[in-house]
């Protein structure tokens, strides 16, 4: 559990509801924290921008 809670703290989305469980016993609460099973879709963006930023660069080259 602590090693979940601070990777969301390392994300600047601390205590954000984007890291709890959204369903069973232990939904919306500290303890369902799972940054490990979840992959932001800003991240992905961000992925995915730089992927094409290389991409051209390697057309260029």
């Known amino acids: ?35 490990w099973s979840i992959v932001p879709v800003d991240l992905n963006a961000f992925i995915c921008i730089n992927a094409r930023i290389m991409a051209s660069f390697y057309e260029i080259t």
């Open 1 to 35: 559990m602590w090693s979940n809670i601070a990777s969301a703290a390392e994300t600047g989305w601390d205590f954000s509801t984007r890291w709890f469980a959204q369903s069973g016993p232990e939904m919306h609460r500290m303890k369902s924290i799972r940054t």
